[in-house]
């Protein structure tokens, strides 16, 4: 395959290509991610949406060069800034981990260290990556948390993670991610575990970094209301690969591939939707794999034969719109 | 005809004990605090709000798997608060609770048979060769196939794992079940599977839901009625269609615009009602109305005396002073972009 998903314009700040990740475990191989291929310029806000076991934190755990750790074979590019990361020594990953990419996860107690007040956490941060002064690091961990919108930073900068709420808390994870000033914030499922009310707030928080200070994001979650808050940009993964990348509203509103479309059908909307219409079936296990599409057990569109013994490609379908399938749903009007 | 489940000014508080050895009681959680709700036959009541509103103590309080601190839970008539443990269990036939994770709740060391096939053995409802034919029905029932009854539960996939669940809490026939958070757990293309499973049981076997979940969409789609539940309170209760597209309370507003739209035009034009602050403790919660803390109309009224459940229009009730002004002038002050910083 020599085509891949590129974002036009701009020299892309991170560029992953044909990104294949396998676990050896004991049942056999586990291909959690296969031949992914996807960019992100500066500033831009790319989703990853996909069901459990899809492959999303594995791809951005490669793309933090955090899966060789875990025993995983991988192979394939991963550029950033156009410099080849793969291959690299861990020294010069973990150079750029402190430097350009910070993430934001799911649960901040597990990122969080339970005996330091949280401006201590974050003024070090400052002092080991920017080599700034005690004093300095403090007033810039007390600016950071006012920043991400905690009411009194000054004062709360004393206090330890657990006095925080939730969304308090994911508050204080950005700030720490924004410390190093990086360029690329990988933020896996950072409001899953919030009450809604409170996921509003942070998607916004998110998002401003974006829009405000150019920060590139990669937002991964399984919830399409998120992307359609946050991304310019989404890939839906199905099975270890991404059948469809498209601009936001391309693959919200003009799905083509029928994983997609299907996934928005059975949808329940808080606007109101009459008839569910559900997936039958489940997601294939990883270790083995169906042999033509990854989809084709439980696709309501499934073509011939080939949709059952070959493998598709990513197809540009229109203009940076990819599908992988032999099938092209016609664009909905 | 009597309603088939009425919850009069429902409460259950948890004791709040000191630490160390007196563990002398300090205080109470009010999970639940006066709540008052009917279930007609064949019919389902959502309860939505967001963490810690009570409403999972409200499921359990009307199976008494809870026993209420006060109100009472008249199923078909009988009040189940009055009603002594041991004659609870023939009532228990009739309710039954499904939870949010089906893995959790099913032993690992048993046949998915022997799950369903224990739900009958307990209430003596079928031996020898009608039992092995119900369990076989029950499974077909759920859409599952009759022939796995041999398999282990990490055989199945989680939607599998709660239509057996689902088939379990259905094997001593109730005609009632409080579901909780019974999609939760599972993948967006899964959920639907079983929200189409539960809503087609309701209408072929005239079974009434209690239907618990954060998720304000899920909770729209398979309802006819919907309560909000905030602080242990229902702050507003309508039919269904009446809250989604007229909701009345500013919580229920916050709630409901606060839910990100997949549809990226719906997304763009909503206008976001923010609330300030946080949650407050259910243990401490705030005088007045409960919501005054976060609520952006909030007057000095509101931090004193506490608003009743009033009928604004048939069948639709709302808990806040200034309902009617805030239904006629529209929404000022809390209006923000969604792409704007909150501060
Ligand atoms: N260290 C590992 N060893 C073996 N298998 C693994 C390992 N890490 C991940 N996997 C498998 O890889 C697949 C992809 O996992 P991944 O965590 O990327 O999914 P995900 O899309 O993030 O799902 P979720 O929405 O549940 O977080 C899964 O089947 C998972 O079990
Ligand atoms: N057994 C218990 N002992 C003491 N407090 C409890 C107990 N169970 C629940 N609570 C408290 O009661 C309140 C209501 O809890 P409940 O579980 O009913 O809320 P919920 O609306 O179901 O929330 P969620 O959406 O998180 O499930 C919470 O503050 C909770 O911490
Ligand atoms: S009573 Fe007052 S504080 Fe409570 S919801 Fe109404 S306006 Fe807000
Ligand atoms: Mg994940
Ligand atoms: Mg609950």
Redesign the pocket.
């Known amino acids: 395959m020599t085509t891949t998903p590129a974002n036009d314009r701009a020299e892309p700040l991170l560029e992953v290509r044909d990104l294949s ?1 396998g ?1 050896p ?1 004991r049942e056999g191989l ?1 291909r ?2 296969d031949r992914v291929s996807f960019s992100i310029n500066p500033g831009e806000v790319v989703g990853f949406v ?12 490669a793309v933090m060069g955090l ?1 060789a750790a ?3 074979i991988e192979s394939g590019s991963i550029r950033f800034r156009g410099r080849e990361m793969i291959g690299l020594p861990e020294g010069e990953w973990r150079r750029v981990r402190a430097r350009e990419v910070a993430t934001v996860f799911q649960d901040p107690m597990t990122a969080l260290n339970p005996v330091f007040s949280v401006g201590h956490q974050i003024s070090e941060v400052l002092r080991t990556h920017l080599a700034l002064g005690r004093q300095e690091a403090r007033e810039r961990a007390v600016e950071l948390l006012g920043m991400v919108g905690i009411p009194d930073a000054r004062a709360r900068a004393g206090d330890y993670p657990h006095q925080f709420s939730g969304g308090m808390r994911q508050r204080v994870m950005i700030a720490m991610a924004l410390s190093c000033d990086p360029s690329l914030i990988i933020a ?2 950072p409001t899953t575990a919030l009450d809604v009310t409170i996921q509003a707030e942070i998607l916004d928080l998110i998002r401003s970094l974006s829009t405000d200070m150019g920060v590139a994001v990669m937002i ?1 979650s ?1 919830d399409l209301g998120v992307m359609s808050a946050m991304a310019d940009r989404i890939n839906v ?1 199905y099975a ?1 690969q991404i059948v469809e990348s498209a601009s936001a509203v391309r693959v919200l509103v003009g799905p083509r591939h029928p994983y997609t479309r299907a996934l928005l059908q059975s949808l329940p909307r808080v606007e109101g939707q009459a008839i569910l219409t559900a997936i039958e079936g489940a997601p294939p296990d ?1 270790i083995s794999l169906p042999m033509g599409c990854r989809f084709y057990p439980r696709c309501p569109f499934r073509g011939d034969d080939r949709c059952r013994d070959s493998n598709p490609d990513l197809r540009e379908v229109d203009t940076g719109h990819w599908v992988r399938s032999f099938y092209d749903l016609e664009p909905v009007a | 005809m009597t309603a088939l489940l009425d919850v009069r000014e429902l409460a259950v508080h948890y004791p709040v004990r000191a630490r160390g050895l007196t563990r002398r009681r300090t205080g109470a959680v009010r999970a639940v605090d006066g709540v008052s709700f009917t279930v007609e036959r064949g019919r389902t009541l959502g309860l939505v709000g967001e963490s810690g509103g009570g409403k999972s103590t409200t499921g359990r309080a009307i199976l008494m798997l809870q026993r209420p601190t006060a109100g009472s839970v008249l199923f078909e008539g009988v009040d189940l608060a009055g009603v002594a443990e041991g004659e609870l269990r023939n009532l228990r036939r009739r309710m039954q609770l499904v939870f949010q994770d089906p893995y959790a709740s099913l032993d690992p060391r048993m046949t998915v048979g022997r799950l369903v096939g224990e739900a009958l053995d307990i209430h003596g409802l079928a031996v020898g060769r009608s039992r092995a034919g119900r369990v076989a029905g029950l499974l077909e029932l759920v859409g599952l196939d009759p022939k796995h009854a041999g398999r282990y539960p990490h055989e199945f996939s989680g939607g599998q794992r709660q239509r057996i669940g689902i088939a379990r809490a259905l094997a001593v026939e109730p005609i009632f079940l409080v579901c909780d958070e019974p999609v939760s757990a599972l993948d967006v293309s899964i959920q639907a599977q079983v929200m189409n499973l539960l809503a087609d049981l309701r209408d072929r076997l005239g079974l009434s839901y209690v239907f618990i979940s954060h998720d304000l969409a899920v909770v729209r789609h398979i309802s006819d009625r919907v309560a909000v539940m905030y602080l242990g309170k229902i702050v507003e209760m309508a039919d269904r269609d009446d809250l989604y597209d007229q909701p009345l309370h500013p919580y229920t507003k916050a709630l409901l615009s606060s839910v990100p739209s997949p549809d990226p035009n719906v997304q763009r034009a909503r206008e976001r009602v923010m609330l300030r602050g946080e949650l407050p403790s259910p243990a401490d919660p705030p005088p007045g109305c409960r919501f005054h803390t976060r609520c952006p109309h909030a007057q000095e009224l509101c931090r004193v005396v506490e608003p009743p459940l009033v009928s604004a229009s048939a069948g639709h009730v709302v808990a806040c002073h200034f309902w009617r002004e805030l239904r006629s002038t529209p929404v000022e002050v809390t209006r923000a972009r969604t792409s704007r910083r909150t501060s």
Do not use: N, R
């Open positions: 990740v676990f475990t586990v959690a991610v996909g069901e459990s076991g899809s492959g999303k934190t594995v791809t951005a755990l899966v875990q025993g995983a896996d499922e991964i399984h993964m270890g990883l």
